[in-house]
């Protein structure tokens, strides 16, 4: 502050600048600067050559998950490493994780639009398609995990012949529904957010076919004041439909563990310590996917290093609550005088599974805490490298939860040391595969931009001057 | 301006997109309901057979005893089916030269097995125990129908999850006297509920109902 010791001694751009933080879109003098940068992707006719690389990489891991589960279907579930005592391996491992990453999505869509966060506009596309992808994967590994997946239909409520019902007080149930919900709303608001981007594309479409299928994917929009005025209802409902599911879906997913009553999963933090988690994990993916995107498309002045910056913010702050959690573990694992809660932590961080603990200590309640810095905030490889830390840290706190808690169980004499097949690690490279693969068809046909929202934030959308409505974060 | 509208005429696809959206469950309920069930799928089943037996002239005009052959199922989980020797105990005099005997006579001859055709086949996960029923006056016929009739034995019940605990749960018509279970046409002189709701308390029958106890 000892710089500007005397207000009325600065010049007026000075003055702006130390109130209002940068501008949300840069180097974009006009609305159609924003149109020409997002469309004129899906309109090349080449990828960078980086993108072809990333392609082949995507679609090889995609082939090895299919060969996995086509040996998993026609062997069967002994494939994996799980067994008594570890009956939930890699599995829910990576089941959890997934639905984690999908959460950033959600946030940011829904509950940043709903507190007028604008900064939003340029990473919600992105990340509510990965939202999609996420769950998609996620929701891969419960059904390949059955056993006998031809009748996976029996887990629906549908009359059978077997009378036999779904069990409606087990969490796993709860699970499907939560997930489920979550997929479908967070599908709805992304198509339906994409449905004037989608127009545009149809509008400067050059060939028959684009403008077909961009045409029946954008319903028909018209751009008239009547279809904005609903648009913005719908999308305001939508919003607070699926705000309250940023909640709800990952403590369903914790009550898995939560209900059940082995030490260390039977505990009353579990929803809000997953729901951190998930934002956590969600936002590092966010961040892992936009810096190469970002460069890779030429997005540099729509995704600015404001909103970068702002990402680490809401890493570090999340990873801190994450770290609270585990802190509150210890402390309520000694303070409850439990003896087998007491055991199974002291067992996490020092018995067989030492190495995974301090891996995910290290990397989710460490790591983040170089964004203290504004240096680090800013520095690009190191936010690349962090967030993908924070990823690998948020995969081992769902092996943490499940291995350590279930290795070494009520009954000494059934205690086991549980090691995935390398089925198990190439069918969790495999979802990696099909995650990238969608992520890549993603970037390369649909808008990856809100476009018609990041105008709104521009100063061109507000003639009369900003209000500071839209600028604050 | 190109833009592709959607042309008029869909306007007329969305009144039935609604019928799609009421009738598509129902159709997915009727075909999981029905469409997959055993009953459909299963019975009336009756595989050609490597000779061709009959129930009806043994157990049926013969009056032969069902447990003359399916020696065990008063004794374990499984009826078991007679070996050749069962057969040639009086086939070794009876129609000697047959030609329908031919495979019979090879198998006595090689002590290769007859390869039957299972007709009534459970799911591995199910756990089906013949000498648990049978001993508590669970007759023979409430499962397979009237073998004795049959010149090719069928699947008459589908044998279904369902079936099973309508059983389970109320079994007082499906009793009858332990020592009149393998009489294929044993009927009651009072009514069957009312027997069956003595014998229930006699035999001390409790189905149970529970999942281990088909699923081990």
């Known amino acids: ?132 992808f996420a769950v998609c994967c996620a929701g891969l590994f419960p059904a390949i995990h059955v056993g006998r997946v031809w009748v996976i239909y029996w887990v629906f409520p549908i ?64 751009g008239s004041n009547r279809h904005w005025h609903r648009y913005e209802r719908a999308y305001l409902l939508l919003a607070a439909l699926a705000t309250p599911l940023v909640l709800s879906v990952h403590s369903v997913v914790s009550f898995d563990f939560a209900v059940a009553q082995i030490p260390g999963w039977h505990t009353t933090i579990f929803p809000p310590y997953f729901v951190a988690g998930a934002i956590f994990s969600g936002f590092a993916m966010v961040l892992t996917l936009s810096i190469p995107a970002r460069a890779l498309f030429g997005f540099k002045h729509i995704i600015t290093m404001r909103h970068i910056e702002l990402m680490c913010k809401v890493i570090m702050c999340t990873g801190m609550l994450v770290g609270y959690a585990y802190a509150m573990e210890f402390f309520m694992a000694w303070y409850s005088g439990n003896r087998y809660e007491g055991f199974t932590f002291v067992n996490r961080a020092f ?29 690009i490889p190191l936010i690349f490298v962090i967030s993908i830390f924070v990823n690998i840290g948020m995969w081992f706190e769902r ?13 000494p004499s059934s205690w086991n040391y549980f090691s ?9 490279a495999g979802s990696f595969g099909l995650f990238f693969t969608l992520f890549l068809l993603f970037c390369r046909w649909l808008p990856q931009v809100a476009i018609s929202e990041v105008k709104n934030v521009m100063p061109s959308a507000h003639p009369h001057g900003n209000h500071g409505e839209v600028n604050h974060d | 301006m190109s833009q592709y509208h959607f042309p008029r005429w869909s306007n007329k696809i969305r009144p039935l997109l609604a019928v799609v959206a009421l009738a598509g469950p129902v159709y997915l309920t009727g075909i999981v309901l029905y469409g997959a069930s055993p009953e459909t799928l299963n019975v009336g089943y009756a595989p050609e057979q490597p000779v061709p037996f009959s129930h009806k002239l043994h157990a049926g005009d013969l009056k032969m005893d069902c ?76 499962c397979h129908g009237r073998v004795d009739q049959m010149d090719v034995v069928e699947q008459v019940a589908p044998l279904s999850m369902g079936w099973c605990l309508d059983c389970h749960r109320s079994p007082e018509s499906h009793l009858r006297p332990v020592d009149e279970v393998t009489n294929m046409s044993w009927t009651s002189e009072i009514d069957r509920e009312e027997l069956g709701a003595k014998l229930r308390e006699v035999n001390n029958i409790h189905p149970r109902q529970d999942c281990s106890t088909c699923h081990r």
């Open chain 1, 351 to 379: 018995g067989p599974y030492a190495w995974a603990y301090w891996t995910m200590v290290s990397c989710n309640v460490i790591s983040p805490q170089i964004f203290w810095f504004k240096r680090a905030r800013r520095c």
């Open chain 2, 67 to 142: 447990r003359y052959c399916h020696t065990t199922v008063e004794e374990s989980a499984q009826a078991s089916i007679p070996p050749t020797k069962t057969c040639m105990n009086c086939h070794d005099r009876i129609h000697t030269e047959s030609p329908r005997l031919e495979k019979v006579r090879e198998s006595a001859k090689t002590g290769q097995s007859i390869p039957w055709v299972r007709v009534h086949d459970l799911p591995d996960y199910a756990y089906f125990d013949h000498s648990a029923h049978v001993t508590k006056g669970v007759s023979c016929v409430e």
């Open chain 1, 159 to 222: 009359p059978n012949q077997m009378d036999m019902w779904p069990n409606f007080r087990s969490p796993l149930l709860w699970d499907v529904f939560a997930v489920g919900t979550y997929f479908t709303v967070s599908l709805l608001f992304w198509y339906m957010g994409m449905v004037p981007d989608l127009a545009t594309q149809r509008d400067r479409a050059k060939t028959k076919l684009r403008q077909f299928l961009y045409g029946i994917f954008a319903l028909g929009w018209n």
């Open chain 1, 399 to 411: 092996f943490v939860i499940t291995v350590t808690s279930l290795n070494r169980d009520f009954l």
């Open chain 1, 1 to 132: 502050m000892a710089k500007y010791a005397n207000v009325n001694e600065l010049s007026d751009s000075q003055l702006d600048n130390l109130l209002e933080p940068p501008a949300l879109v840069q180097n974009a003098e006009t609305f159609h600067d924003i149109t020409e940068s997002v469309c004129s992707i899906a309109e090349a006719d080449r990828m960078p050559r980086s993108w072809y690389v990333l392609f082949t990489l995507a679609l090889c891991f995609l082939g090895v998950l299919g060969a996995m589960i086509f040996h998993l279907f026609t062997t069967g579930v002994g494939v994996w490493g799980n067994n008594q005592p570890v009956a939930w391996g890699f599995p829910i491992v990576n089941f959890v994780f997934w639905v984690g990453i999908g959460h950033a999505g959600t946030l940011i869509s829904a509950v940043l639009y709903l507190f007028r966060q604008g900064w939003r506009t340029g990473i919600n596309r992105f990340s509510e398609a990965m939202t999609i």
């Open chain 1, 420 to 428: 995935p097949t390398i089925v198990d690690i190439l069918t969790l």
